[in-house]
């Protein structure tokens, strides 16, 4: 599957992704087809560079060298026959716009409520007039649950409702493509839940999905395609079956040793 | 005290009042805009903007005053002391609140300028709507301290020609021979201004609840 040329049909393909931070490679030359409409897991250990995978994936990060291809587009440069150039701002927004994204600090805005979160870039983005854009935002909130703490803010709400609210945030947009930057990991195991639901929810409802976590289980659970990374590889790639499946590779079974904690029991 | 010397103070009390307020509004636009060229990549916006805030900062604000004053005639522009002493007066906070407001910049996580990225906002829409109301919220007890020390050093600007609080009391005191009810008076009058500005930093910081948890 890992052809040069990007898959027709995948929502986004990476190809021959390297990032270096100086001296020190984080990813070495990724190739990924994401499918429409289903989820894909990023699992691996800490510094397995698979956070600066789903970072460049929205070009937050910038790639050494390779390319991504959201919807066919190429996002942040392109590689032409004098070599790779970067693609005008104006550009690199319009092929954003197709993406969602979720962190794992939540990144509300603190100074809007939970509806001027959601709002917001409604307004100044699609110019909609603040009826209609408080009308789409409320409706976003009243999918995750949360039309009650529309006038909250962030501060005001528990870090599980925070990361509702900018799943709604990032929802209101009606990206095609959501990618979700380890979006459990900084909450109290008892908040992960109502988070993981919501993004289940969201799966079965079709929405293409990226997800760095590190819940196991949902992976296993969710995912179509998992992909485990390790040292800035991709090691290990397909269903979560073939993936998980024993014998397993060993970097795997080590790595699922730290996290039987976390849900993993039920695959072993 | 005798009514038309206090009504004389109270009306220099608003020459001081207006003086300092347009100067901490202007000076606000511009230092945000100073402390915007400060953190340009583009040394050729940064490099002026150093040079102004250690100008303004480092040069007593009696001497840039009296520079402005006679300055700008010499070169053609005739300016009235009032004017003079305006943008004396502004240019001095700009510097100051720059360098403030630098360091609330600063403190914007990056994580909210990622969020509003992704949501498209274009790095204006991003400075005006996320990263000012952020920084100003985290400076804004520096930013009310400022406002208060323009207002003390409005005083100097009767070395332009400007009959504000100080020179007006000065001048009633050398005309009555009677200066300690006169100064005694313009003191409590700079303290009723100064709990009137801390008083309006307090209801602004009420006002953006969202800074506490």
């Known amino acids: 599957m890992t052809t040069a040329a990007a898959t027709v049909g995948a929502a986004l393909s990476v190809r021959g992704l390297v990032k270096r931070f100086g001296d020190h490679e984080v990813l070495s030359g990724i190739d990924l087809d994401v499918p ?14 698979k956070s600066t995978l789903l970072r460049c994936m929205a070009f937050l ?50 100074h809007m409520t939970a509806l001027g979160n959601v709002a917001a870039a409604l307004r100044v983005v699609r110019r909609l007039e603040r009826a209609e854009a408080e009308a789409r935002a409320m409706a976003q909130l009243r999918t995750v649950g949360l039309e009650g703490r529309a006038g909250h803010y962030p ?11 900018a799943i709604a945030r990032a929802l209101a947009l009606e990206p095609r493509l959501m990618l979700f930057d380890e979006p459990t990991s900084s909450l109290d195991p008892e908040l992960t839940g109502e988070v993981l639901n919501v993004m289940r929810r969201l799966a079965a409802d079709g929405m293409t999905m990226v997800v760095v976590s590190h819940e196991i289980g949902f992976a296993a659970s969710v995912g179509q395609q998992v992909a485990f990374l390790d040292g800035g590889r991709i090691l290990l790639r397909g269903t979560p079956q073939e993936v998980f499946r024993k014998p397993r590779h060993p970097r795997l079974d080590q790595f699922l040793d730290t996290y039987l904690d976390r849900g993993a029991a039920m695959l072993v | 005290m005798n009514p038309a010397l206090f009504r004389l103070l109270v ?34 916006l940064s490099m002026p903007a150093r040079a102004f805030v250690s100008f303004f900062r480092g040069v007593p604000l009696l001497v840039q005053l009296l520079l402005i004053y006679n300055l700008l005639p010499s070169v053609g522009i005739d300016l009235p002391g009032i004017v003079a002493a305006a943008i004396g007066l502004t240019l001095c906070t700009a510097a100051y609140q720059a360098e403030t407001l630098r360091g609330g910049f600063a403190g914007v996580p990056r994580g909210l300028v990622e969020a509003a990225d992704m949501v498209g906002l274009t790095p204006v829409q991003l400075f005006w709507r996320i990263r000012v109301p952020i920084a100003v919220k985290l400076t804004l007890p520096s930013l009310v301290s400022e406002a208060i020390m323009i207002l003390k050093a409005s005083s100097l600007v ?43 930093g307090h209801a602004l910081e009420r006002r953006s609840r969202w800074g506490r948890a």
């Open chain 1, 155 to 165: 501060s005001q709400l528990s870090g599980g409702q925070q990361q509702r609210v």
């Open chain 2, 158 to 200: 009767s070395v332009v020609g400007v009959v504000e609080l100080t020179r007006m009391a000065q001048d009633l005191a050398a005309s009555t021979y009677r200066p300690l009810p006169i100064y005694a008076t313009a003191g409590a009058l700079y303290i009723a201004v100064d709990w009137g500005i801390a008083g309006l």
């Open chain 1, 61 to 110: 990060e910038e790639a050494s060298a390779g390319t991504v291809l959201v919807g066919g587009e190429p996002l942040g440069f392109v590689d032409t026959p004098e070599g790779r150039r970067r693609l005008p701002a104006a550009r690199i927004r319009a092929v954003r716009s197709g993406i969602g994204m979720v962190f794992q600090q939540f990144n509300l805005w603190p």
């Open chain 2, 11 to 44: 009306e220099a009390t608003g020459y001081t009042v207006a003086l300092s307020a347009v100067s901490i509004v202007a000076g606000l636009a511009v230092g945000l805009a100073v402390a915007t060229a400060m953190l340009s990549r583009r040394r050729a």
């Open chain 1, 36 to 49: 429409a409409g289903a989820v894909t897991c990023l699992v691996g250990p800490s510094g397995s560079g």
